[in-house]
């Protein structure tokens, strides 16, 4: 994934006790269920999805993968790239799922505490790591969101990318789940901040915010919740991302 290559819109396959969830700001007990994991995989590869983000909420939190075979199932059937996080820990719990056929593996824990692993693993499967920057009130989240650190997410963008991350996964934890929107501000400013691309998650519900985050110079979108609830259509949201990108171009001559 990479800026010159546009916006991409990635719906999210959130996995927790072997179905998929979707958390409200992350917090086990207000989650809302849809089905299984393949299911779910399916459903948006067969609405046109062009990469899936599949995450073990139980291993984000557990600090271990606990549902490591209805990921390792989603992986292997995936007609489109998946990238996978939560419960990796380690560099050889990353290669494994890189072995598997895993496009890209998302560590945020393990590379907060130690950005030596990311770079441990890019030395292997160059390009494969995306960092994890999870940020409540201007502070960096840890632990599947239950630790909070004193570090900012500006400064963790460029740390993790110096280590090696081929991208930045985003996630504003204060809007994640609650269809509330988007808080650009935030956003725009880690996406300035990181020298690499940056994947926006947390609180997009409208066609707006997707252009949005498109327009502040997204790589890629995370949406959950609004796509399962039919708040949003993916066709829709990719036709969104579309006419931004081209308002942009009409706007810069082309140049990017």
């Known amino acids: 994934m990479d800026r010159e290559d546009g ?36 459903r ?38 998946v990238q996978v996080g939560g419960g990796i820990r380690t560099a050889a719990d990353a290669r494994e799922l890189l072995e598997l056929g895993v496009d890209q593996v998302i560590l945020g824990t393990a590379a907060m505490a ?20 999870d940020a409540r009130d201007g502070a960096v989240l840890t632990e599947g969101w239950t630790q909070q650190t004193e570090t900012d997410p500006t400064e963790a963008v460029a740390t993790l990318a110096a280590a090696g991350a ?22 725009a400013a880690v996406i300035d901040a990181s020298p690499v691309p940056v994947i926006a998650s947390g609180g ?4 707006a915010d997707v252009a949005t985050l498109a327009g502040l110079g997204a790589a890629g979108i995370v949406i959950g919740t609004a796509l399962y609830e039919g708040r949003l259509s993916l ?16 706007t810069t001559g082309g140049s990017g």
């Not at 991409?8 to 409200?24: K, S, T």
């Not at 983000?53 to 489109?80: F, K, P, T, Y």
């Not at 081929?166 to 956003?187: H, K, M, S, Y």
């Open 235 to 250: 066709s829709a949201a990719q036709q969104a991302v579309s006419a931004r990108m081209r308002k942009h171009d009409e």
């Open 114 to 133: 130690d950005p030596a692993i990311v770079t441990a693993i890019d030395r292997t499967h160059p390009g494969a790591v995306i960092a994890s920057v």
């Open 166 to 187: 081929a991208a930045v996964l985003f996630t504003d934890v204060a809007r994640e789940g609650r269809l509330g929107g988007v808080d650009p501000t935030t956003t």
């Open 204 to 207: 997009v519900t409208t066609l």
């Open 44 to 81: 948006w590869t067969d609405a046109g999805a062009r990469r899936l983000h599949l995450v073990d909420l139980d291993g984000a939190i557990d600090g271990e993968r606990r549902n490591a075979a209805a990921i390792a199932a989603v992986a292997e059937a995936a007609a489109v790239p």
């Open 7 to 42: 916006c991409e819109v990635i719906p999210a396959v959130d996995v927790q006790d072997g179905a998929v969830v979707q958390l409200v700001g992350g917090a086990r007990g207000t989650e809302r269920t849809y089905g299984a994991p393949l299911a779910a995989a399916r």
